[in-house]
């Protein structure tokens, strides 16, 4: 009962009549909300400390304490959190302060019980409506591409990501820096159950030990230096839907145990809150590293490679998907030309051959990359191959290990494949393990 009453709304009644807090509870509770109670500014304080809630009723008189204070306090503690003054007659003007200082509406009391209801539903479902939005505006910024293939080894890994879409079984896609593991995540999110919740994603990464336990699992205002505000954690935004743990390969090791409990027990703590917590979260992780091969080097847990990869799927790279190629690079110039209002509309016999002959090191996202430069440059209706940019890497004579070329050749053609299979400049710094100024100097010397 009170695992699906947390799924309606976590409620918070601040007010110091005892016999107000014990009809306002009622009547929440009947309507499947989770209702803890508070008489005063600390006691308040405390629960807020120890749990998270989405909504407070709060009296503006309490006894010795200051309302507008206590919403003040509550402000930087749960940002979240709408806030509901309720007040007298006599002091309206009161709330209308209130309101002016973050207050998301107020209640007159006497109130009637459909009054009461009314108020949280609206307030909840504003809550509610703010968390998806956040999320949705995150997945607008990276927009999904169509997977439609007609690459046999792709259409199989599509069909078998349909199949098990519907279960709650953990995933864990494999493949090249590129391939598209993100976007097949997006995919099996929305074809799943959970597809009304929220898919939140962790750049794995992108973020210290520190960092990442705070990011995932949330801290209370004042865990360590500079946390002014308590925050919920991407695990509690993905509550009833999914996680999407990106590059899990360089998750930290020290912080792996509490992922693992996390993911074998769906129990969690947030940093400098002793307080257990649950969420109903499905989880999906991608990485383009040898896991197995991590783990005989002792820098990933076996336990937990075994909790994540429950079903596996492998991406191929775009250079065995031949017949998506030219199918991918219209679509990209369709797209691009459309959001930046270019001329171009189709590719040239040259162009479409240079495609489909070079080797795509980073694979589909090197593609786009390629196509949204071309769209941008090109001032005619046909994108040519000097458009693309490939000519200076033909397939036939990409550097070898091994062969007649100096170190000076080797090290562009290297910087200039990790630089096209990455999202950012400070991503292919870390993969070519330099620092992002060493990186901007051999981009100018080589004239990348």
């Known amino acids: 009962m009170e695992q699906s009453a947390a799924k309606n709304g976590r409620i918070l009644l601040v007010d110091d ?12 509770e009947d309507q499947g909300y989770s209702v803890a109670t508070a008489s005063n500014a600390a006691q308040a304080d405390s629960l807020l400390q120890r749990q998270v809630f989405d909504l407070c009723l709060l009296d503006l008189r309490l006894g010795e304490d200051n309302g507008l204070e206590v919403l003040a306090q509550m402000r930087l503690q749960a940002p979240w959190m709408r806030v509901v003054i309720v007040t007298a007659h006599s002091a309206i003007d009161s709330a209308v302060d209130a309101m002016q200082a973050g207050a998301a509406d107020y209640l007159v009391k006497p109130c009637s019980p459909d009054q009461l209801r009314m108020a949280a539903a609206k307030q909840l479902e504003i809550r509610q409506l703010a968390a998806r939005l956040e999320i949705l505006e995150g997945q607008a910024r ?7 293939s007609h690459s046999p080894a792709m259409m199989a890994v599509l069909e078998t990501a349909r199949q098990v879409a519907g279960t ?7 493949g090249e820096s590129g391939t598209g593991k993100g976007e097949l995540a997006r995919a099996i999110h929305g074809w799943s159950r959970r597809a009304k919740k929220s898919l939140v994603t962790i750049n794995c990464p992108s973020l210290t030990a520190e960092l990442m336990e705070s990011e995932l699992f949330g801290h209370s205002r004042g865990a360590f230096t500079g946390a002014s505000e308590s925050t919920l954690g991407r695990v509690n935004q993905a509550d009833g ?12 090791l020290s912080l792996q145990p509490k992922l693992l409990r996390f993911i074998q027990d769906k129990e969690y703590e947030r940093v400098g809150d002793p307080v257990t917590r649950r969420a109903d979260v499905r989880i999906l992780a991608a990485t383009n590293l040898d896991l197995a091969d991590m783990v005989r080097k002792g820098r990933f847990r076996e336990d ?6 429950v ?6 790279p775009l250079r065995e998907r031949a017949d998506d190629v030219m199918v991918l690079a219209r679509r990209f110039l369709a797209r691009f030309v459309k959001e930046y209002v270019r001329p171009a509309r189709h590719f040239s016999e040259d162009a479409g051959h240079a495609l489909l002959d070079y080797r795509w090191p980073g694979n589909i996202r090197e593609l786009r990359n390629v196509i949204e430069r071309a769209s941008i440059i090109c001032a005619q209706p046909q994108v040519d191959l000097s458009h693309l940019g490939l000519s200076a890497q033909p397939t ?3 550097p070898r290990i091994g062969a007649e070329l100096s170190l000076e050749t080797l090290e562009k053609a290297h910087i200039n494949a990790v630089l096209a299979s990455s999202e950012t400049l400070d991503q292919a710094a870390r993969t070519l393990g330099i620092d992002a100024s060493t990186l901007y100097r051999k981009r100018k010397q080589y004239r990348l």
């Open 311 to 316: 079903i596996t799927l492998k991406l191929p």
């Open 17 to 28: 009549e005892s016999a107000i807090l014990r009809t306002f509870r009622y009547c929440l």
């Open 142 to 148: 990276n927009p999904c591409d169509d997977l439609d």
């Open 304 to 309: 937990l490679l075994y909790r994540l990869n």
């Open 396 to 398: 036939s004579n990409a």
């Open 241 to 252: 839907g999914s996680l999407f743990l990106d590059e899990i390969g360089d998750f930290p």
């Open 168 to 174: 709650d079984a953990n995933m864990l896609l494999l």
